[in-house]
C-alpha cells in the first residue's frame, strides 16, 4: 500500500543526456515536491507544484524542469546531466500547504551520471 | 537566512541510556519545526512535530525559542531507535521544509 512511489529507484544516464524521473501518489494531495539530496548533505527542495500551480525555488537551476499531467504523477526532468547532478531525487507530497502539514516521502531515485 | 543545525553527525549510545539529537536553527520569525527519521532501507517519514506537542515512540521534542533549539529526547534508547534523523522547519505555509544535515543515531546493545 505505497502512497508515494517513486520509478525507478537506481536510474543511470549519461552525461549531458536527459532523464526523466517519475513520482506518484495514491494520497490524493494537493501538493507535490522534489528535492535533491547529495551525499552527506541535507535534502533541498528544488521546487513544488500547488495543484496545476509550479512554485520553482530560486537557486534552483534551468537544468531542471517539472511537470505535472494530473494530480497523481509528477515528473522530474533533467535536461542535459552533469557529474555534479549524480544524487538522490526525493518526491513527498502534503495535502495542503499550511503550516504543520506532513509531507510524505518516497523512498526516492538514486541518480548516476557517467 | 533560514538555516537547520544539527551539530553531530554521528550518536552512539548503549541501549537504555538517554538520547539528545541536538538542533539549533536561524530563523528571526516563528517556525513550525519537525523531526523526520529515515531507518535503514526505508523513506524518511516524520516523526513528530512542534505544533503536535506529542511524544511518538517515546521521543519528545521542546522548542526553546531563546536558545532557538529543538533538541529531541528519550529517556531510554532502544535499537530499534538506530536510524539518521533529520531537524527541519517550515518558515511559513507554502514554502519548503529546509532540512539539517542529519544526525546518525547508533544504540548497541
Known amino acids: 500500500d505505497a502512497m508515494v512511489i517513486q520509478n525507478p529507484r537506481y536510474q543511470v544516464t549519461q552525461f549531458g543526456k536527459p532523464v526523466t524521473l517519475s513520482c506518484s501518489q495514491t494520497l490524493n494531495h494537493n501538493v507535490m515536491y522534489w528535492y535533491q539530496q547529495k551525499s552527506s548533505q541535507a535534502p533541498k527542495l528544488l521546487f513544488h507544484?500547488?495543484?496545476?500551480?509550479?512554485?520553482n525555488e530560486a537557486d534552483t537551476p534551468d537544468n531542471f524542469q517539472s511537470r505535472r499531467p494530473n494530480t497523481s504523477f509528477c515528473f522530474l526532468d533533467i535536461r542535459s546531466p552533469g557529474l555534479g547532478d549524480a544524487a538522490m531525487y526525493l518526491c513527498?507530497?502534503?495535502?495542503?500547504?499550511?503550516?504543520?502539514?506532513?509531507?510524505?516521502f518516497g523512498p526516492g531515485t538514486r541518480l548516476l551520471v557517467l | 537566512a533560514q538555516r537547520v543545525t544539527q551539530p553531530e553527525k554521528l550518536l552512539s549510545v548503549f541501549k537504555g541510556a538517554p538520547v539528545e539529537l541536538k538542533c539549533n536553527y536561524s530563523y528571526s520569525g516563528s517556525p513550525e519545526l519537525f523531526w523526520y527519521v529515515q531507518y535503514s532501507r526505508q523513506r524518511l517519514q516524520l516523526l513528530l512535530r512542534h505544533i503536535s506537542r506529542e511524544s511518538i515512540k517515546g521521543f519528545t521534542a521542546d522548542l526553546n525559542k531563546g536558545e532557538t533549539s529543538f533538541h529531541l529526547k528519550k529517556p531510554f534508547a532502544q535499537e530499534e531507535d538506530s536510524a539518521m534523523y533529520y531537524c527541519?522547519?517550515?518558515?511559513?505555509?507554502?514554502?519548503?521544509?529546509?532540512f539539517g544535515k542529519g544526525t546518525t543515531l547508533s544504540v548497541s546493545s
Open positions: 513527498a507530497t502534503s495535502r495542503d500547504r499550511d503550516l504543520g502539514e506532513t509531507q510524505y
Open positions: 527541519a522547519l517550515i518558515r511559513q505555509a507554502g514554502t519548503a521544509l529546509i
Open positions: 507544484y500547488y495543484d496545476k500551480d509550479f512554485n
